[in-house]
C-alpha cells in the first residue's frame, strides 16, 4: 500500500530553524506537496516538488528526493504562528485527477 | 472570492442515522473531493467528483455515497453511521488535475461529525 511517514511532533524557539521529514512507500507520483493546518481549520497548501531537489518560497523550503524516498519541509525564522500540523501529501499516477495521498503529520509547536 | 464553504459545522448523530455534508467549491473551481480526517491523523480521501460524476473513489464502504450539482456544489451522504465515522469531514476543490502544475487543493475548514 501507500504510506508516507512523518515524525509525531516537532518542537523549536521562536527565530530558529526546524525540518520536517517525509519519508514514503509509494508507486509513481507527480509530486510531493506540503499542507498546514492550524488547529480547527483548513489545510492549506504550502509548496509543491514534481523534481528532486529544493523549492524556496519565503521562509518555507521543500525538498524531494526520489531516489532515496524522502523529502522534507525546513521553515526559518520561526514565529509563533507556524504552530500548526504539517502534512505532505503525493498526487498518484495515473491520473487525471488530484486524489491526494496525505503523510500521518507532524504537530509543531513554536515556544517564545 | 468566497473560498470553500461547507455546512454544518458541527453536528451530533447517533448510531444508526444517516447525515448529509454539503460543499460549495471555491469560485471556478469544477472538481470537488472530500476527505476524512480522523483526530491527529491526515486527511483520508473519500471520493472525487467532476462534471456531477463520482471520479475516483478511496477505500471507504458504500456507506460513503455523494453527489455533485450543476452548480458544482456537492453532498456527502453517510448512511447507517457508526462511531467510527467520528471525524473531520473536508471538502476540497480544485481545478482539472490537466489545468494545474502542483494539483493544489483548496479545503474548506470542514465539518466536524460526532456520532454518539
Known amino acids: 500500500g501507500q504510506s508516507l511517514e512523518q515524525p509525531s511532533e516537532v518542537t523549536a524557539v521562536e527565530g530558529a530553524i526546524v525540518q520536517i521529514n517525509c519519508t514514503y512507500q509509494?508507486?509513481?507520483?507527480?509530486?510531493l506537496s506540503w499542507y498546514q493546518q492550524h488547529d480547527g481549520g483548513a489545510p492549506t497548501f504550502l509548496s509543491y516538488?514534481?523534481?528532486?531537489g529544493l523549492e524556496e518560497t519565503g521562509r518555507f523550503s521543500s525538498f524531494l528526493s526520489r531516489s532515496d524516498s524522502y523529502g522534507y519541509l525546513l521553515l526559518q525564522e520561526l514565529q509563533m504562528k507556524d504552530s500548526a500540523s504539517y502534512f505532505c501529501?503525493?498526487?498518484?499516477?495515473?491520473?487525471?485527477?488530484?486524489?491526494?495521498?496525505f503523510g500521518t503529520g507532524t504537530r509543531l509547536q513554536v515556544f517564545p | 472570492d468566497a473560498g470553500v464553504t461547507q455546512s454544518p459545522t458541527h453536528l451530533i448523530k447517533t448510531r444508526g442515522q444517516q447525515v448529509t455534508l454539503r460543499c460549495s467549491p471555491k469560485?471556478?473551481?469544477?472538481?470537488v473531493s472530500w476527505y476524512q480526517q480522523a483526530l491527529g491523523q491526515g486527511p483520508q480521501f473519500i471520493f472525487q467528483y467532476y462534471e456531477e460524476e463520482e471520479r475516483q473513489r478511496g477505500n471507504f464502504p458504500d456507506r460513503f455515497s455523494g453527489h455533485q450539482f450543476p452548480n458544482y456544489s456537492s453532498e456527502l451522504n453517510v448512511n447507517a453511521l457508526l462511531l467510527g465515522d467520528s471525524a473531520l469531514y473536508l471538502c476540497?476543490?480544485?481545478?482539472?488535475?490537466?489545468?494545474?502544475?502542483?494539483?493544489?487543493?483548496?479545503f474548506g475548514e470542514g465539518s466536524r461529525l460526532t456520532v454518539l
Open positions: 476540497a476543490s480544485s481545478r482539472p488535475a490537466r489545468h494545474t502544475v502542483t494539483g493544489e487543493l483548496f
Open positions: 509509494t508507486s509513481g507520483f507527480y509530486g
Open positions: 501529501a503525493v498526487r498518484l499516477y495515473p491520473g487525471d485527477t488530484d486524489k491526494l495521498i
Open positions: 516538488n514534481a523534481l528532486d
Open positions: 469560485s471556478g473551481h469544477d472538481t
